[in-house]
């Protein structure tokens, strides 16, 4: 029973009741009584214990169990769902979210006793506060979690017997853990071991003295066990049970209908996901796109080829392999829920600090998109919450005198557009304050004193470096972060932010993201000899220009296109290459990028293509102005560039 | 009628050692082997009570040889013996079907416990 390999299910299953249980704590907070919230609530609790003890994460088993008492009185009505109850709950999930981190990770376990006694008070007012087990006890017997003493229950109705044996091995045995194997092994032909203590991972690791317990069931009498038992080596004692904890708890009737309503989720929850490690899933996606240059190699030698029936081989394969690639790149995709899931929560608490009453609507939070850009798109989206509970919803009483609804509203979220998947935050707030940014824009030096500036001028100015106009730094956002932190992050991953408002009327951030960054179009250029990949989106045109339109305006290369002045370089140089001088027409490439046009004289252009990026290993480490690397149908290695820091 | 015992081990030392720790104890040795070859020749020859089996030896290791002989006898009766730190291989020899095991430096008294409840 070596239970590592199940570690990582048990660690991304945990999460999810976690995730389960905040939900819910959310809703019945609005709604204290609901049996249905609470009932799934004390399921969810009571799975997770289930899970850690099978496990052997004793911390965690006894922290949810302490939860679950809660629960329990809550759902059978002893307890009231009060301001302080909730608040302890909340509390309570926190802690059993870095509980869970630090088991998992084997960190060393914090002590949560402040929680953990306001538990017990709640659970039972007169308890002077806790006997909690001491780890590494003397004492052997096996304690039954609730799942066990179910399956044992099962096991009687069905004509098993259940015993405890507790064995005692000899003082001097050598390689205990494996003495132990053959006991369970022997035990294993004739029934079925449930529970053992310690756990089967401590008794593997001979994390024990010389005894041990466990819980069988078997058809077999006591003494045949005894006698089992007693034919192995080494064995010191042995005493065989009735677990005296199995028939005590028989009569409890809230267990009833307990199983059937887990099994049931058990099943839903199993038949249509597997999870898989993102590493395996990575390599997937790695050889596919292996295979889809090999693909477009072959393809090109087959295009000489005559013979029909070989061209109609290649066909398919071309197809096939098409399709691979797309199967491939949708398992990158995830639901955008990922990310907004932890948003009411934040809302929640974030509203209640800065004493605002707010309503978070989320809509569109099925849309998938890209795997690597939902683990980065969480930090901006933070932050443009807490803009908006910060600076955009205005007080109750503001509110009130500028009659709008008392309650303030946020909506997040997110759609597909295209190829493109748009994320949008507003909130019925105070929008943009234009004067105030004008101010500020003053001070910094940004526009001139008497200048005017339009609502859109002030947006943009907001994601100018290091500009925030708090007035004073909150808990709740400033800390000199502000907006143009939120579009550099947007725009790594080749996205785009825009804003919108209308002063005491709303503030809206639309966040425009590529569907996927593993597969982009590039345009294909040559420079100083070697090819390079420039992203389609940022290639705003490609022209040909004679060299006597290159003009000089304070000794740096410009062109004039369609009246408008553009800063010209050498790509070969900008990249450090020796540029190849050649005569005739210059191609150029319009580059585009935060608003900023610039043009790149080419040697050639080669033409557009779907490419898979590859991120360039560690050791190179990021260098400025790549993004990463391709390889080409001819399997030449071609590299990306990041047109926004090359323009800079 | 005392057991008949075949002994396994690529050292005469320690063949030796059991051997004698065996016979001082109501058991008789039918037979000797030096590797895992020869233990299945001379199980099927001598068809022995039981068998001791070292793990580590030249030409067929004593996992194997154990599979070997459950093979040609599902019921016989090995009892296999290890050194220290060859965990892995004891919990193999033991899915593999050996009934007991023993560690070297061998103790007389577990020699004895372990082949009469191998075969009992």
């Known amino acids: 029973m070596d239970t590592s390999e199940f570690r990582e299910v048990f660690a991304a299953e945990a999460r999810d009741y976690l995730q389960s249980l905040n939900d819910d704590l959310l809703l019945l907070e609005n709604d204290p009584h609901s049996s249905e919230i609470l009932d799934d609530m004390f399921r969810a609790a009571h799975s997770l214990k289930g899970m850690a003890g099978t496990m052997g994460f004793e911390e965690l088993a006894h922290f949810t169990h302490q939860m679950e008492s809660v629960l329990d009185l809550l759902r059978t009505g002893e307890l009231e769902a009060s301001d302080r109850v909730i608040n302890v709950l909340f509390s309570s999930v926190d802690t059993l979210e870095i509980l869970l981190e630090q088991t998992i990770n084997d960190e060393p376990i914090s002590s949560f006793q402040d929680i953990v006694s306001a538990l017990q008070r709640l659970s039972d007012p007169q308890a002077e506060t806790t006997e909690t087990k001491p780890l590494g006890t003397k004492d052997v017997s096996v304690v039954l979690d609730e799942f066990n003493r179910e399956t044992i229950k099962q096991g009687l109705e069905q004509g098993y017997n259940a015993y405890q044996v507790l064995i005692t091995l000899r003082p001097n045995t050598l390689l205990k853990s494996v003495r132990v194997y053959t006991i369970f092994q022997a035990l294993e032909e004739v029934g079925t071991i449930i529970q053992c203590n310690p756990s089967a991972q401590d008794l593997e690791e001979e994390r024990f003295d010389n005894q041990f317990a466990l819980i069988i069931l078997t058809h077999e009498s006591a003494k045949e066990i005894q006698a089992i038992v007693e034919g192995i080596s080494e064995i010191e004692q042995v005493q065989v049970s009735k677990p005296d904890d199995v028939t005590r708890q028989e009569s409890a009737s809230a267990l009833e209908v307990e199983p059937r309503i887990q099994s049931r989720l058990r099943t839903r929850r199993t038949d249509k996901f597997v999870r898989v490690e993102t590493d395996r899933l990575d390599k997937l996606i790695n050889l596919v796109g292996e295979l889809v240059i090999s693909r477009t190699q072959v393809m090109e030698i087959m295009k000489q080829l005559e013979d029909s029936e070989q061209k109609n081989a290649a066909a398919q394969l071309d197809r096939v392999t098409t399709e691979l690639q797309y199967a491939a790149m949708n398992l990158r995709m995830v639901p955008i829920k990922q990310v907004f899931d932890r948003f009411p929560r934040m809302v929640r608490d974030l509203a209640k600090a800065s004493q605002k009453e707010i309503n978070l609507e989320i809509y569109g939070e099925e849309t998938e998109l890209d795997r690597g850009i939902v683990n980065q798109i969480g930090d901006p989206l933070v932050h443009l919450i807490r803009n908006s509970i910060d600076h955009g ?230 260098i400025r102005g790549i993004a990463g690397a391709t390889i080409l149908g001819s399997g030449r290695v071609a590299l990306i560039l990041d047109n926004s820091t090359l323009i800079q | 009628m005392p057991k008949k015992v075949l002994i396994t081990d690529d050292t005469a030392f320690m063949r030796m050692t059991l051997k004698n720790v065996i016979e001082k104890n109501g058991f008789e040795v039918v037979g000797e082997a030096g590797d895992g070859e020869e233990a299945i020749a001379k199980y099927k020859e001598l068809q022995p009570d039981l068998v001791t089996m070292d793990i580590t030896m030249p030409k067929m290791d004593g996992i194997t040889a154990i599979k070997e002989i459950m093979k040609i006898d599902p019921n016989a009766k090995i009892v296999v013996c290890s050194a220290m730190g060859q965990k892995p291989m004891v919990i193999e020899a033991l899915n593999a079907g050996a009934k007991d095991f023993l560690v070297k430096p061998f103790d007389a008294e577990r020699v004895v416990e372990a082949l009469r409840k191998a075969a009992p």
């Open chain 1, 393 to 622: 919803i205005e007080p109750r009483a503001e509110r009130i005198a500028k009659g709008k609804p008392e309650v303030g509203t946020i909506r997040l979220g997110a759609r597909h557009e295209g190829s493109h998947i748009l994320i949008e935050i507003e909130d019925d707030g105070q929008g943009l304050d234009v004067e105030k940014i004008r101010q500020k824009a003053v001070t910094q030096g940004l526009v001139s004193g008497d200048a005017k500036i339009t609502i859109d001028e002030a947006a943009n100015l907001l994601f100018h470096p290091g500009f925030s106009t708090a007035d004073a730094v909150t808990d709740l956002s400033g800390r000199g972060v502000g907006m143009d932190a939120v579009k550099a992050a947007v725009e790594s991953l080749s996205g785009t932010v825009d804003v919108q408002s209308q002063t005491d009327q709303y503030m809206r951030v639309t966040i425009k993201l590529p569907l996927t960054l593993a597969i982009i179009k590039a345009l294909l250029v040559v420079a100083g000899g070697e090819t390079f990949a420039i992203p389609i989106q940022a290639v705003r045109e490609n022209i040909q220009i004679e060299r006597s339109q290159v003009k000089t305006v304070q000794q740096h290369d410009v062109i004039v296109l369609r009246n408008e002045v553009l800063p010209l370089y050498n790509l070969a140089e900008c990249l450090g290459f020796e540029p190849i001088q050649s005569t005739g027409p210059l191609a150029v490439i319009i580059v585009e990028s935060r608003g900023q046009k610039v043009g790149f004289i080419v040697e050639d252009l080669i033409g557009q293509q779907e490419i898979v990026i590859e991120s360039l290993s560690d050791i190179l480490g990021d």
